[in-house]
C-alpha cells in the first residue's frame, strides 16, 4: 500500500509543516503507511466507530483510520505546529475529524461523546505512554467509556502490560492492565520504521475491558500490588508490612504461604488479598 489517499506523502507533510520530531514530547514519527493501517486495521471494526486518537503528529495513523472507515476520529494534539497538517486531513475527509488542541494527560472525552463509546488507538509519546495507560485503566466507573485500546508502547512496556505471574516482565501494571482487560501484543515495529528513529523496538498492544473484573476496591488492590512489587524479590511476609496488617492474613485469604514472592502470585490471589485488607480496615473502623 503505496497511498491510502491523495494526501501528500507524510514525509512531504513534515517537510511542507516543519514538523522536527521534538524529543521533549516523546515524538517519533511512524512515516510508513503500510504500519499505520495496519495498526488501524488492528481496531477493527472501523465502520460506524468513534476514535480517540492521541499525538497524531503529522497524521500518518489518523489518515489510515479515516480511509478505512472510522466515522468520527477525535484526534488530541499538544504540539501546536501539527494542527495545520490535521486541519488538512480534516478537509479531505469533512466532518470526521475533530481536531482538539490540548494535553491528552488532562482531555476529558466525555463532552465530546456525549455517552458514545469509543476505541482509543494512538502511537503514544513514549515520555507519558504508560502514565496514560494507568489512567485509562483506573476510570471510574466501570466498564469504561471506550471498548478496545489499540496502543504502541516501547516493546518493554508492552511486555509488562501483557505479563502473568511466573513471568519477568508481571508487575503492578500487569497486574492492574489483566484484572481489568484482555490484553495482547499484536505486533512489533522496528526502530527504522521511525524518525527518528528509537532506540528500542516498539509493540502495539491491544486491551479490551472485563465487562465484570473480579470484584475488588481498585484503590487496594493497587496498594497490595504495590506493597508486593515494592519489594518484589522479598517474601510476602516482609513485602507486605508496608500495609500495617499482618501479611500472613492476606496470604492465607489468597490461598497462598506468605513465603511466596510478588511474582508468582496470580491476579486473583491479589484480588482475594484487596478483598481480605478491605474486610480488616473495616473491621477497625
Known amino acids: 500500500m503505496s497511498a491510502i489517499d491523495d494526501l501528500p506523502p507524510l514525509r512531504e507533510v513534515i517537510r511542507q509543516h516543519a514538523l522536527s520530531a521534538r524529543k521533549s514530547l516523546g515524538q517519533n514519527f511512524l512515516l510508513d503507511l503500510n504500519l499505520t493501517a495496519r495498526i488501524a486495521r488492528a481496531a477493527a471494526p472501523l465502520d460506524d466507530s468513534t476514535i480517540v486518537e492521541i499525538g497524531p503528529g503529522p497524521g500518518g ?7 478505512l ?11 501546536e505546529r501539527a494542527i495545520p497538517a490535521l486541519q488538512d486531513i480534516s478537509a479531505r475527509y469533512p466532518g470526521r475529524l475533530e481536531i482538539v488542541h490540548g494535553d491528552a494527560m488532562t ?4 463532552p465530546l461523546l456525549a455517552g458514545e463509546r469509543a476505541k482509543i488507538v ?39 502490560i501483557v505479563a502473568h505471574e511466573d513471568e519477568e516482565a508481571y508487575g503492578r501494571l500487569g497486574v492492574l492492565a489483566n484484572w481489568r ?33 473480579l470484584r475488588c476496591d481498585r484503590r487496594l488492590l493497587e496498594q497490595v500490588a504495590a506493597s508486593a512489587f515494592g519489594q518484589r524479590r522479598k517474601m510476602l511476609r516482609q513485602s507486605l508490612k508496608s500495609l500495617g496488617v499482618d501479611p ?12 511466596r514472592r510478588a511474582e ?11 478483598r481480605e485488607l478491605a474486610d480488616i480496615r473495616k473491621q477497625a473502623e
Not at 495513523?61 to 480511509?67: E, N, P, Q, V, Y
Not at 515520555?127 to 478496545?148: F, G, R, S, V
Not at 500472613?248 to 513465603?259: I, N, P, S, Y
Not at 496470580?266 to 484487596?274: D, H, L, Q, Y
Open 69 to 79: 472507515g472510522a466515522r468520527r476520529v477525535i484526534a488530541i494534539e499538544h504540539d
Open 264 to 274: 508468582t502470585i496470580p491476579i486473583s490471589g491479589f484480588v482475594a488479598m484487596a
Open 248 to 259: 500472613a492474613r492476606l496470604a492465607q485469604a489468597a490461598g497462598v504461604d506468605a513465603t
Open 61 to 67: 495513523l489518523t489518515r489510515a483510520l479515516l480511509a
Open 181 to 213: 482487560c484482555e490484553t495482547k501484543i499484536l505486533f512489533d515495529i522496528a526502530p527504522s520504521a521511525f524518525v527518528p528513529p528509537p532506540k528500542v523496538t516498539s509493540s502495539v498492544v491491544r486491551l479490551k475491558p472485563r465487562a465484570e473484573p
Open 122 to 160: 494512538a502511537n503514544l509519546p513514549y515520555n507519558i505512554a504508560t502514565q496514560l495507560l494507568i489512567n485509562w485503566l483506573t476510570t471510574e466507573p466501570w466498564p469504561p467509556w471506550y471498548d478496545m485500546m489499540v496502543l504502541m508502547f516501547q516493546r518493554e512496556v508492552g511486555e509488562r
Open 107 to 110: 482531555f476529558d472525552p466525555g
